[in-house]
């Protein structure tokens, strides 16, 4: 069924769902919501009738709002908003983050603040519906007076300018609407600023990258149970008792799911040391912070997700014009900046349990470098040796993008922007972050599933020792890892690892949680 956008709450799977699964969408039939856009869009209409001063539809700009524009020229001038923003470089979002922020814009047009005309609610809708995606490059926005520069690709796409993707295909956007015999359409007054004076680029960006951030967890989790199984570690760290002692949700769940994980083991005695390594022992404390912290962000992303976020606002029971400043990204960019630390902290803690495995002084019998080489070929062969130094080259550069984006804030546009949220580039800031500690962890399931295999091969462990779930992961992974006993390049297992990882392939807690309650039921 399609997703009906209109007065009702919208979450991050919504748009997720539009970004990732081309889930079709539909703009609400229900007349009130119909009545006020209408009527929105109407109570404009009369006050440019009146001769009305009304911000970026009667004056220009920014710091140009003391300049009148006069009343033959209102109706160029969304037009040639859209225009002068057309300035962004960098690299360009992808499809998924470009469908993301278009949905994410039409949700807050949707809210009935902003005096736009259903016919622009209805090419967004069909542009999303259609495989039409507008190509908007990443970098110029500063994250207040909203994403005007990125923002403005998809106004211009509405019009027919500049390019979209299409079909897997990067093509302008009028050849698109050709091909879907589909006229443009006319920007009215406001629209131009309604389309792009928001924060659609940066909330966007962080439903996807919460989708991420939600899988790592668990993937973090699972991670952390075969490196202590491969490590031969302590299992009585994760004791249910001894997490009751300090309450926090997230982490206890961390500590539940590894112990679930670790159950067979928790019955024998199967380390000689009386503590592990903090990178094992602390890991609840580690990936739990970020745990903890989940509901915060979706809480904040929704909330943003949800409002109207433009100015001026139309008041359309009052009949005023509000001018604010819902523009400003501090809430995303709070999100962004706390997400992306806590990501980074998980990359950090993935690289030490790496780390700990390689080096024979701390991986309790395992060969050097995870190498599976047999006698006679062990001198020529290095395992995994330049793989972890490429985790920690990874990890190095994931710290490094911590640096909080949200106060860096600068004074533009002739001070009238004189503090602004910089939320886009901490968005961005947190999809690298995510980025790099994904690659950290397809490395670290090869090189927990060539432990726990090799000492399966060595007698020291038997796939009995495993629990169901973690025994079917092993296998999983070992069906897109064959053991490495011969040196051999692993670029190319790790970009696939990759992708499954971002593509969420792995069955983990949450699915098997879901598929109980669903047979309870």
């Known amino acids: 069924m399609a997703i009906t956008i209109g007065s009702n709450h919208i979450t991050i799977e919504d748009v997720t769902n539009v970004a990732l699964n081309n889930e079709k969408i539909e703009l609400s039939k229900d007349p009130a919501f119909q009545g006020r856009i209408k009527k929105g869009m109407e109570f404009l209409d009369s006050l440019l009738e009146e001769d009305g001063v009304i911000y970026g539809v009667t004056t220009g700009y920014g710091d140009s709002v003391t300049r009148g524009v006069p009343r033959e020229l209102v109706p160029e001038l969304p037009v040639h908003l859209t225009r002068f923003h057309g300035c962004g470089l960098g690299a360009y979002f992808d499809r998924e983050a470009g469908r993301a922020i278009m949905a994410t814009r039409l949700v807050s047009l949707c809210k009935g603040f902003s005096g736009v005309s259903p016919a622009l609610l209805e090419q967004l809708e069909f542009y999303?519906?259609?495989?039409?995606?507008?190509?908007?490059?990443?970098?110029?926005?500063?994250?207040?007076?909203?994403?005007?520069?990125?923002?403005?690709?998809?106004?211009?796409?509405?019009?027919?300018?500049?390019?979209?993707?299409?079909?897997?295909?990067?093509?302008?956007?009028?050849?698109?609407?050709?091909?879907?015999?589909?006229?443009?359409?006319?920007?009215?007054?406001?629209?131009?600023?309604?389309?792009?004076?928001?924060?659609?680029?940066?909330?966007?960006v962080a439903c996807l990258a919460y989708k991420?951030?939600?899988?790592?967890?668990?993937?973090?989790?699972?991670?952390?149970?075969?490196?202590?199984?491969?490590?031969?570690?302590?299992?009585?760290?994760?004791?249910?008792?001894?997490?009751?002692?300090?309450?926090?949700?997230?982490?206890?769940?961390?500590?539940?799911?590894?112990?679930?994980?670790?159950?067979?083991?928790?019955?024998?005695?199967?380390?000689?040391?009386?503590?592990?390594?903090?990178?094992?022992?602390?890991?609840?404390?580690?990936?739990?912070?970020?745990?903890d912290a989940m509901p915060l962000f979706r809480q904040t992303i929704e909330n943003e997700l949800n409002s109207a976020n433009d100015n001026p606002l139309i008041d359309v029971d009052g009949e005023r014009v509000l001018h604010g400043g819902h523009f400003y990204g501090g809430h995303i960019a709070f999100v962004m900046d706390s997400m992306k630390t806590l990501i980074a902290n998980v990359a950090d803690l993935l690289d030490r349990q790496m780390a700990l495995l390689m080096d024979v002084k701390f991986n309790n019998g395992l060969p050097p470098n995870l190498s599976g080489a047999k006698d006679g070929r062990k001198q020529i062969n290095h395992g995994f040796k330049a793989t972890q130094i490429g985790v920690s080259a990874?990890?190095?550069?994931?710290?490094?993008?911590?640096?909080?984006?949200?106060?860096?804030?600068?004074?533009?546009?002739?001070?009238?922007?004189?503090?602004?949220?910089m939320g886009t580039i901490a968005a961005r800031d947190c999809m690298r972050i995510l980025q790099l500690t994904e690659q950290v962890q397809a490395a670290l399931l090869f090189a927990t599933n060539q432990g726990i295999r090799l000492r399966i091969e060595q007698g020291e462990l038997s796939w009995d020792n495993l629990t169901p779930g973690v025994k079917k992961f092993v296998e999983t992974i070992s069906e897109h890892f064959e053991l490495l006993t011969e040196d051999r390049p692993l670029e190319h297992e790790l970009r696939a690892m990759i992708r499954r990882i971002q593509t969420q392939e792995f069955d983990l807690y949450t699915e098997r949680a879901t598929q109980a309650e669903a047979q309870t039921a």
């Open 212 to 291: 991420r951030a939600e899988y790592l967890i668990e993937l973090a989790t699972r991670t952390t149970s075969l490196a202590s199984i491969a490590l031969k570690g302590n299992s009585f760290h994760f004791d249910e008792h001894l997490f009751k002692a300090k309450p926090h949700a997230g982490q206890q769940q961390i500590a539940e799911w590894i112990r679930g994980d670790l159950e067979h083991e928790l019955k024998q005695k199967n380390s000689d040391r009386l503590q592990d390594r903090y990178s094992v022992r602390c890991a609840p404390h580690i990936i739990g912070v970020l745990a």
């Open 394 to 421: 990874w990890t190095a550069e994931a710290l490094k993008h911590t640096m909080p984006a949200s106060v860096f804030s600068r004074s533009t546009e002739c001070h009238n922007q004189d503090k602004v949220s």
């Open 128 to 204: 999303l519906n259609n495989d039409i995606t507008s190509v908007i490059p990443e970098e110029g926005s500063v994250g207040a007076s909203g994403d005007l520069t990125p923002l403005s690709y998809v106004a211009a796409n509405l019009i027919g300018e500049r390019d979209v993707y299409h079909k897997g295909e990067k093509i302008s956007a009028a050849q698109a609407l050709e091909l879907h015999n589909r006229a443009p359409i006319k920007l009215r007054p406001k629209e131009g600023l309604a389309m792009m004076n928001g924060t659609a680029a940066m909330t966007g």
